[in-house]
């Protein structure tokens, strides 16, 4: 039997799950294909994930993908400054790409559309549109991110992303105004977002939690790659090592809390897993028990077999998902304000959270240090809370109750 029709944008393949975006994308793409004919259409950033378009087909009714040459995407971006839009616009710009949704729903009669990343409304602004349902997962305040760049930089960069964050925030708004939904990865964000907002515009702004797959991150299960692991005793960081927030998060971790953490535990390692390392984040491994792993088959037991977790992220919006996996892997958390918003995680569980450089690598050696350890004597029950707050089929009712149809 058939579905009825959906047109599904990403402004990246969401597939597979091994980062934040895509994690989401993906969780949200196969709740939709349970009911309707998902009509696909996504951008392959890295052609390590080329080899996965065989396997995403299998969710969705007909896919649709461009590879995306970085560099061509750069030099298209540099467009923005003649036509007054943000540079993300021209940057996800694809004539390929517009043909192909323009057509899809003139042929398949499409009345529903989900757009993922305001990179990809763009798409979905022609008139032929005008009667779709439209549903934009815009899931962080990406306008926010470039405003808190800019506070970190100065000069010519400076100007760049205040530039990028004004223009942007403006076809945000613009956004919001043409569409039906608007969708964020947190109440906190959805909030930042409506205050903004006409008043007539803000009830179409609602907050959406990102889950976790407490089956996949569990930690009752067998790990194929145990015995691979670079250290015996180590704290971890995990996430893409090409994304500045994450970049800039390790730096800061390495510079003003590592020394102090290292100096009271001196033989524990620090393991940063993730794909795409930046040369900053190499040059680290070349410090003594300092341990970059680059891309890793499983990400889980670089987060199974560390004594805690650390996100000590400075420039962040929305849920950190490596946050929700460690919780559901029940491991201790140590994290910035930045990172624990949208979870919230109440004072029961074992998440710590600190700014202050000194109280973080404090938190982290009360956590490691077996002498600690053994007089602090508590029960980590921080897979309780995600059981009951993050899993994805409760995350993802709000969305569901849009499209009506059962989560």
């Given amino acids: 039997m058939s579905k009825p029709p959906l047109l599904f944008l990403c402004h990246r393949i969401p597939f597979p799950p091994n980062k934040g975006d895509k994690i989401r994308s993906f969780n949200i793409l196969q709740m939709l294909n349970k009911h309707y004919d998902v009509y696909l259409g996504c951008f392959i950033d890295d052609p390590y994930d080329e080899q996965y378009v065989e396997t995403l087909k299998q969710y969705c009714h007909q896919l649709f993908y461009r590879k995306q040459n970085k560099l061509l995407a750069k030099i298209k971006g540099l467009s923005a400054f003649v036509t007054g839009k943000p540079i993300t616009l021209p940057y996800y710009y694809d004539s390929a790409m517009a043909v192909w949704c323009e057509n899809a729903i003139k042929q398949y009669n499409i009345e529903k559309v989900f757009i993922y990343s305001s990179s990809m409304a763009q798409f979905c602004e022609a008139p032929v549109f005008e009667r779709c349902q439209r549903v934009i997962d815009f899931v962080d305040v990406d306008s926010d991110k470039w405003r808190q760049y800019a506070d970190s930089k100065s000069g010519l960069a400076k100007f760049v992303f205040q530039r990028e964050f004004k223009t942007l925030a403006s076809y945000e708004d613009r956004i919001c105004q043409q569409f039906d939904a608007s969708l964020f990865v947190s109440p906190d964000e959805a909030q930042l977002f409506q205050d903004r907002q006409a008043t007539n515009d803000r009830p179409k702004v609602k ?15 067998t790990l194929e790659h145990d015995n691979k692991l670079p250290a015996e005793r180590f704290i971890s960081f995990t996430g893409a090592m090409d994304y500045w927030a994450n970049v800039d998060a390790v730096l800061w971790f390495v510079e003003h809390c590592w020394p102090i953490v290292k100096a009271a535990e001196p033989s524990l390692s620090f393991v940063i897993a993730g794909g795409n390392p930046t040369s900053e984040i190499k040059a680290l491994g070349k410090q003594q028990d300092i341990i970059v792993t680059g891309r890793v088959a499983d990400i889980r037991p670089f987060m199974a077999k560390a004594e805690c977790i650390v996100a000590p992220l400075r420039i962040a919006r929305g849920i950190q998902n490596k946050v929700l996996e460690a919780m559901s892997l029940d491991k201790p958390v140590v994290c910035t304000s930045m990172a624990m918003e949208g979870i919230n995680a109440p004072s029961h569980t074992f998440c710590q959270v600190h700014d202050d450089p000194q109280d973080f690598a404090q938190a982290v050696i009360s956590l ?5 350890k ?19 089929q409760a995350t993802l009712a709000p969305l569901a109750k849009l499209y009506q149809i059962e989560p």
């Fill in 207 to 221: 907050g959406i939690l990102n889950g976790v797959d407490i089956s996949f991150f569990n930690p009752s299960a």
């Fill in 368 to 372: 490691v240090s077996p002498a600690q």
């Fill in 374 to 392: 053994a007089a602090a004597q508590v029960k980590i029950d921080n897979r309780a809370w995600i059981e009951a707050h993050f899993t994805w």
